[in-house]
Nanobody, 116 residues
C-alpha cells in the first residue's frame, strides 16, 4: 500500500507562484511513476506532469515552461512548483503514484485557486 497526502494549495493572484507537495509513505519502492493531475469544476481530471523513478519528466502542453515536478527522496515528497499561474490553472490538484505492475494510488487533492 502507498499513502499520498497533498498540501500547499491555496489562493494566489495571476502571475504568482505556488508550490504543492505530496507526502509519500508505504511501499514506495514499488512506485515506477509519480504524477500530478488536476480537475477543474465541470471538467475531467487531466494530466499535469509526470516523473519516472529514473528522473524522466513529462508535462502537459498548457503548463510547459511554467510548472516543474520534482522528488525529494530525503523527505519522501513529490512536489509541483507552479510559476506564472493563470486563472485557468484553478483546480483541485491530485498526486498519483503508479507501481511497476500498474496499480494506481491517489491522494485526496488540494485546492489551487488563481484569481485574475
Amino acid at each position: 500500500q502507498v499513502q499520498l497526502v497533498e498540501s500547499g494549495g491555496g489562493l494566489v493572484q495571476a502571475g504568482g507562484s505556488l508550490r504543492v507537495s505530496c507526502a509519500t509513505s508505504g511501499t514506495i519502492s514499488q512506485i515506477n511513476i509519480w504524477g500530478w493531475y488536476r480537475q477543474a469544476p465541470g471538467k475531467q481530471r487531466e494530466l499535469v506532469a509526470t516523473m519516472t523513478t529514473g528522473g524522466s519528466t513529462d508535462y502537459a502542453d498548457p503548463v510547459k515552461g511554467r510548472f516543474t515536478i520534482s522528488r525529494d527522496n530525503a523527505k519522501n515528497t513529490v512536489d509541483l512548483q507552479m510559476n506564472s499561474l493563470k486563472p485557468e490553472d484553478t483546480a483541485v490538484y491530485y498526486c498519483k503514484a503508479t507501481t511497476w505492475y500498474g496499480t494506481d494510488y491517489w491522494g485526496q487533492g488540494t485546492q489551487v485557486t488563481v484569481s485574475s
